[in-house]
């Protein structure tokens, strides 16, 4: 059975598109976090809030973890950007196009932020929101008046104003501390729900690695995943498949 987020924005109407985009690490029962030592095992207290712009919900799933969706609580004709975070690290970025089918008028791009374990959160700072990823040392910083992500504490995110299949998904990282794997962009589905799509690693200085996604994702029967590795063991790993990476 598998066990998912609540996706609708209820105070702006999403509800009246089925969305049926693939969350980061939406687990069947097959997956337990117990058995990962990385996770934070802090309780993870739901909520659904508004910060300036922002509306966010944040989603105890019990054994698999806590998941934080975000982003702008008004649209217009159904478009908009969304935020997906889990506590393997992942960082969705969801992007509705407008009222035509999933397919077609939706796409996703999805990273993941190593190390990870952290319980994903978001908390007003003076005239920005911060929001906690995945990655204990990751934080996003958004404008609180216009909604749009300005930066991070490990190096450069930018965000296009437009919700365009042409831009990706919308935002870009650069030189980010650590390491970070992008998945790609697809139309109307997560890139890293298929375990042999490929991804790219990059670390601070710009080195790149290539990976395809089973290599660092365990995969249920559904393609519903979780992380392969704890922290160590991944790091065990990318130092012998990646020898040119700089890691954490």
């Known amino acids: 059975m598998l066990?998912?987020?609540?996706?609708?924005?209820?105070?702006?109407?999403?509800?009246?598109?089925?969305?049926k985009e693939r969350?980061?690490?939406?687990?069947?029962?097959?997956?337990?976090?117990?058995?990962w030592d990385f996770v934070t095992r802090d309780a993870c207290s739901e909520y659904l809030i508004n910060i300036g712009p922002f509306e966010a919900q944040r989603t105890d799933m019990g054994a698999i973890g806590c998941f934080l969706r975000t982003g702008k609580s008004k649209t217009t004709n159904l478009k908009y950007r969304l935020?997906?975070?889990?506590?393997?690290?992942?960082?969705?970025?969801?992007?509705s196009y407008g009222m035509g089918p999933d397919s077609t008028d939706t796409g996703a791009r999805t990273f993941f932020f190593f190390p990870m374990g952290a319980l994903p959160d978001i908390q007003p700072q003076g005239n920005k929101i911060v929001i906690q990823t995945g990655n204990p040392n990751l934080q996003i910083y958004v404008d609180m008046k216009t909604g749009m992500i300005t930066g991070s504490s490990l190096g450069k995110v930018t965000e296009?104003?437009?919700?365009?299949?042409?831009?990706r998904g919308g935002v870009e990282f650069k030189g980010i501390k650590g390491v970070y794997m992008d998945t790609g962009f697809a139309i109307g589905k997560d890139p890293a729900s298929d375990p042999t799509?490929?991804?790219t690693l990059h670390d601070a200085l710009g080195k790149t690695c290539q990976v395809v996604?089973?290599?660092?994702?365990?995969?249920?029967?559904?393609?519903d995943y979780q992380s392969?590795?704890?922290?160590?063991?991944?790091?065990?790993?990318?130092?012998?498949?990646?020898p040119n990476l700089s890691l954490w």
């Open 197 to 199: 799509g490929k991804a």
């Open 160 to 167: 296009a104003q437009q919700v365009s299949k042409k831009n």
């Open 3 to 19: 066990l998912s987020l609540l996706l609708s924005f209820l105070s702006v109407g999403v509800q009246a598109k089925e969305i």
């Open 23 to 35: 969350k980061v690490a939406t687990l069947s029962s097959e997956f337990n976090l117990d058995q």
């Open 83 to 95: 935020f997906y975070m889990s506590q393997i690290g992942g960082f969705m970025v969801f992007n």
């Open 228 to 242: 392969r590795f704890t922290n160590d063991d991944l790091r065990a790993f990318l130092k012998s498949k990646c």
């Open 213 to 223: 996604n089973k290599e660092i994702l365990l995969y249920d029967g559904n393609n």
